[in-house]
């Protein structure tokens, strides 16, 4: 049963699911209340337990490493290194990840022929493949986005043949009947039903870049977050390391925002 709410300036009442209106209140509530608890539990277990700050730094301490960071250019320089490595090797991976996926979409005996060999080359840790990958390539940036689009690739791969495999048979068929090309079927059918599934492979794509670039720093790397913990861990600089996963994890969190907020402008053009 739904609760109605009075309309403004009018008679009569407007039907509005009182759900929706407590879920639309936490989406923008949770994510600071979820912060301000972790914080305060971090506060707690560091003032209850006596850590020392090599061991687990209290978040004024991690506050105050993370200006001095950010003051001296030392965080946006790492920063930046692993935000070009993370889009890089995205976009390498989302180029062929889309290329190749929409083909094995449209050929099922080449999809079921390939299928194992891409599991198994997902199946083997990435950091063991990343060794190989710096010798081959050099520990410059070409290997880095290598590692990020190797740990990125199959999500897309496998987000776009079941897009593509799951939309109906009759708007294809209705779509073919009305004599349209192939490009056609594309762009009016196949590319906008196809988003949201799609979208679900590119936010996980987007996460797993940032570990993948991470992964070819931690292997070889002078800049980058990776780099910079490897650094921190051997100056005993616990505060700095918490700073470098800190910014990670807002870099991963922005990331899936804007890939969202991209999703929905897509389909709002789509639809409009």
């Known amino acids: 049963m739904q609760r109605t709410l009075p309309m403004r300036g009018g008679v009569g009442a407007a039907p509005v699911p009182a759900p929706k209106i407590w879920a639309r209140g936490l989406r923008w509530v949770g994510l600071p209340v979820s912060i301000l608890a972790l914080l305060a539990f971090w506060q707690l277990a560091v003032t209850a ?26 965080l946006w320089r790492h920063t930046s290194a692993t935000l070009v490595e993370a889009l890089g090797g995205f976009c390498i991976a989302l180029g062929l990840g889309l290329t ?24 083997i840790p990435v950091i063991a493949v990343a060794p190989l990958i710096i010798l081959w390539f050099g520990p410059g940036l070409k290997g880095k986005l290598l590692i990020a689009a190797l740990i990125t690739f199959l999500p897309i791969v496998i987000a776009t043949v079941v897009a593509i ?15 349209a090309s192939r490009w056609q079927m594309l762009r009016y059918v196949e590319a906008p039903l196809s988003l949201p599934v799609l979208f679900g492979g590119v936010r996980t794509g987007l996460a797993l870049a940032t570990t993948g670039a991470v992964v070819g720093e931690f292997v070889a790397g002078r800049e980058g977050l990776g780099a910079m913990i490897n650094i921190a861990r051997g100056l005993f600089d616990t505060p700095l390391i918490f700073v470098a996963l800190i910014t990670l994890a807002a870099i991963t969190l922005s990331l899936y925002m804007a890939a969202t907020l991209i999703e929905r402008a897509l389909m709002r053009w789509e639809l409009g």
């Open 100 to 123: 190749i996926g929409y083909i094995l979409a449209h050929i099922p005996w080449l999809e079921r022929s390939l299928a194992p060999l891409l599991a198994a080359s997902q199946a």
């Open 165 to 179: 495999r799951g939309l109906p048979r009759e708007l294809r068929e209705m779509a073919l009947i009305s004599g």
């Open 49 to 74: 337990g006596g850590y020392r700050a090599f061991i687990l730094p209290s978040p004024a301490l991690v506050a105050e490493r993370f200006v001095a960071a950010s003051q001296s250019g030392v």
